[in-house]
């Protein structure tokens, strides 16, 4: 299965550049406004947890974020596949793992590049600085150096130590290979297994397997000079010699023949499909190998349809991938206080992984991935989107901890630890991934009405690159092909199909369709040649009315009510037609849905119970449930006013229309948002907090959108125009690339249409 996806320089560059240099920031977590503020976080306040921590030193962990923050370590000796970069330029890679660690995990951690290839030098630093944190994540440190430095940090600190490059893609690999044996009806204890790569991955992979059960001698380690044998001198050290056995055996060839499992862990094409026909009967073929690995599943299965074949990519069923592991491994540590992270809670997280695999998939991770996902050959490995993981690794760690006594504070109910764990989810995250894999099913022929704008160039490249669909661009090819070269995307030009008024073939098509759509409305023939020639909005949209796009995507260049007008030319896209828009707010892990953003100026209750329903329709679209709350400055008739009369009827509507979903209002923002102030109104009709909100005005959208978006950092989606017969989305003049791109899923995904 190929990944029509590609990556650029420049956007690689653009990403870590944009919005600001790199990827995290660092936010208080608690007020800082007032002058009382600033004497209780810092002096004389601050002074009572200090003498508190220094009487009793495990207090830390209650007093500050210690126990919830992690320290990403490198000296960039083994860069990803690169090598040796350098402390600073393995800063990037540093940083990505601290996004992961907060993503999947909800953990802070910060990033410490240390400029310095001498162990001892590595390891005082790094000491020095541990009471700072809860646990410690090593990364891209060369072998051998890796193996002394976490044994020595294991032995001096009294903190989780733990290297991810070789204990992470140890368990995942255990975990899949528990699963793999389970299907070909197995054993671990009578299998012969072959590692090919004797670094610092491979040598922690058949380590921890060996712990799980294999036996010494049916495992054969190989590298690069061949195979580990007893009485071998050539390029050992003391950590390939204890895996070295007593064998003939010399080459990874003569290993394999009749082998049950190969672990590779070293270098693209190492394995031949002749390599893998000898192996025995259904083998298991973990070609880790990144990029690219050792042999492709195809080859693998031209050769032996039985095998079952994970790899390190994501395009690939069975991706070996760290991510699965290292954020819940410390979320269970760090929840128990843990001193480490041993073999047994490695273990405990390799088989939670395995038992998460044979069960039923929820249906939002198979739309993620946009395929069936159902334990079996092609899935021995839970995808890194299950939302499941952060409720069901972290107790399983914690547990083995707590039974193998590193755990400083044990959590006496599990079940409850895990409801608390559910919490952590973002569900924005999910949702966006679902909305992206619904749009690379569709394939949607997504036409760009503004190609003289670089961000459209670029949000179309990286729809066309990300394989969501053919990128349509409206524009003049030259003028296209001059603003990408000056963007550093001249190779892009040959992907793209530009589509060019002045050339098309349809124009005549185009303009009796227009013609008979206006000439009672004003517009004569030269009217109809000028608006369907000469305005790129009104050619676009002729291009959707006619099949010749799926979808469509515009208003980055002009104001979203002049292009409302100029897209009404082709479409019914008025209030009056039940258009409306709807904006998503995503922050700190909540959607909210604001209407109407777009198309009603001043809607009485009759609209605002449409805007309802068009927000219920969004949320559903969106994976949500709807609850719907009509938003005013009274709440449930007090204070009574004029102004929120309409906001007081609108419920009635709906009460009238007998809809499917839950609503309630008049009410004031914080009675809909906050679950506490939501408990003083128990008659309520909502279940919960809403997440659709119906507010007065435009007006007073706009003004509550970009309010969150300016001062509370928001994340917003939209509007995203509703209630057409056709996909269109119109963007706002300020957009971003990345938010055109949002647009375009939104519309190749038909969010919100009638």
Not at 223 to 248: C, F, I, P
Not at 561 to 577: E, N, P, S, T
Not at 602 to 621: H, N, S, T
Not at 712 to 736: D, E, H, Y
Request: proline residues 5%; negative net charge; glycine residues 8%.
């Amino acid at each position: 299965m190929a990944d029509k996806s590609r990556i650029t320089r420049e956007e690689a560059l653009a990403y870590h550049l944009e919005p600001s240099p790199g990827k995290i920031d660092i936010n208080a977590s608690t007020p800082m406004a007032t002058q009382r503020d600033l004497s209780l976080a810092y002096s004389p306040g601050v002074a009572v947890p200090c003498e508190v921590i220094a009487e009793r030193p495990e207090t830390a962990y209650d007093y500050t974020t210690k126990g919830n923050l992690v320290a990403v370590i490198s000296n960039g000796t083994a860069v990803l596949g690169l090598g040796n970069l350098g402390a600073l330029a393995s800063k990037p890679v540093m940083e990505g793992k601290a996004v992961l660690f907060k993503r999947f995990a909800d953990i802070n951690s910060i990033d410490i590049e240390l400029d310095t290839e001498d162990p001892d030098e590595f390891c005082r630093a790094v000491r020095l600085m541990s009471p700072t944190f809860g646990g410690i994540n090593l990364e891209d440190i060369k072998a051998p150096e890796c193996f002394i430095i976490e044994q020595r940090l294991k032995e001096e600190c009294d903190i989780p130590v733990f290297h991810d490059d070789q204990h992470g893609t140890a368990v995942i690999c255990a975990a899949g290979l528990i699963n793999a044996l389970h299907i070909s009806g197995k054993k671990i204890e009578d299998c012969r297994i072959v590692l090919n790569g004797a670094g610092a991955a491979g040598i922690a992979c058949i380590e921890l397997l060996k712990t799980m059960g294999v036996r010494h001698e049916n495992c054969i380690v190989c590298d690069t000079k061949g195979v580990l044998y007893q009485g071998r001198t050539e390029g050992m050290n003391q950590w390939k010699s204890a895996h070295a056995v007593k064998t003939d055996l010399r080459s990874l060839a003569e290993a394999m023949k009749d082998a049950d499992v190969f672990l590779g862990v070293s270098a693209k094409g190492a394995v031949t499909r002749e390599m893998v026909a000898s192996m025995a009967p259904n083998p298991v073929i973990f070609a880790m190998a990144n990029p690219d690995p050792e042999i492709t599943p195809e080859e693998a299965h031209e050769v032996r349809p039985d095998a079952i074949v994970a790899t390190g990519r994501s395009d690939y069923p069975n991706q070996v991938n760290n991510v699965l592991g290292f954020p819940y491994l410390f979320r269970g540590a760090l929840d128990i206080h843990a001193r480490a992270i041993n073999d047994e809670m490695k273990i405990a997280c390799a088989h939670a992984l395995a038992a998460l695999a044979r069960e039923d998939v929820p249906d939002e991770v198979a739309l993620v991935y946009g395929r069936d996902l159902t334990f079996g050959r092609d899935y021995i490995i839970p995808t890194p989107f299950d939302p499941r993981l952060i409720y069901t690794i972290p107790p399983a760690v914690a547990r083995a901890g707590m039974d193998t006594g590193v755990a400083r504070r044990p959590i006496k109910d599990l079940d409850r630890y895990a409801e608390g764990l559910r919490a952590r989810l973002d569900p924005t995250s999910s949702i966006l991934q679902g909305i992206y894999a619904r749009a690379k099913a569709a394939q949607a022929r997504m036409i760009f009405a503004e190609g003289d704008d670089v961000r459209v160039l670029r949000a179309a490249v990286a729809y066309q690159r990300q394989g969501l669909g053919k990128a349509l661009v409206v524009g003049r090819e030259a003028d296209v092909s001059a603003k990408l070269d000056a963007a550093g995307l001249a190779d892009a030009v040959r992907e793209l199909e530009v589509v060019n008024a002045a050339n098309t073939q349809h124009l005549e098509s185009y303009k009796a369709f227009l013609y008979e759509r206006l000439q009672r409305k004003g517009h004569d023939r030269s009217d109809i040649h000028r608006l369907a020639a000469r305005d790129r909005h009104v050619f676009a949209a002729l291009m959707l009315a006619h099949g010749h796009g799926d979808a469509l995507v515009t208003g980055a260049t002009r104001k979203s009510a002049h292009v409302l007008d100029l897209i009404g030319k082709v479409f019914d896209a008025r209030a009056q037609d039940g258009a409306v828009g709807i904006t998503a707010l995503l922050h700190k892990g909540r959607i909210v849905l604001i209407g109407d953003t777009l198309v009603h100026e001043w809607p009485e209750a009759e609209d605002l119970a449409l805007i309802a329903e068009r927000g219920a329709q969004v949320a559903r679209d969106l994976g949500l449930e709807p609850r719907v709350a009509f938003v005013s400055f009274s709440t449930f008739g007090y204070p009574v006013s004029e102004r929120s009369e309409k906001m007081h009827r609108a419920p009635q509507v709906l009460d009238r229309k007998g809809v499917d979903f839950e609503y309630d209002g008049e009410m004031a923002v914080d009675v809909a948002l906050n679950a506490q102030v939501m408990a003083q109104y128990p008659f309520t009709r909502l279940s919960g907090p809403a997440n659709v909100l119906v507010v007065p005005a435009r007006h007073s959208a706009s003004i509550s959108v970009k309010l969150m978006q300016e001062m509370a950092g928001a994340t917003v989606i939209g509007p995203i125009l509703t209630g057409l017969k056709s996909p269109i989305q119109v963007c706002s003049t300020v957009s971003t690339a990345n938010d055109i791109l949002n647009m375009a899923v939104m519309a190749a995904c038909e969010i919100g249409r009638r």
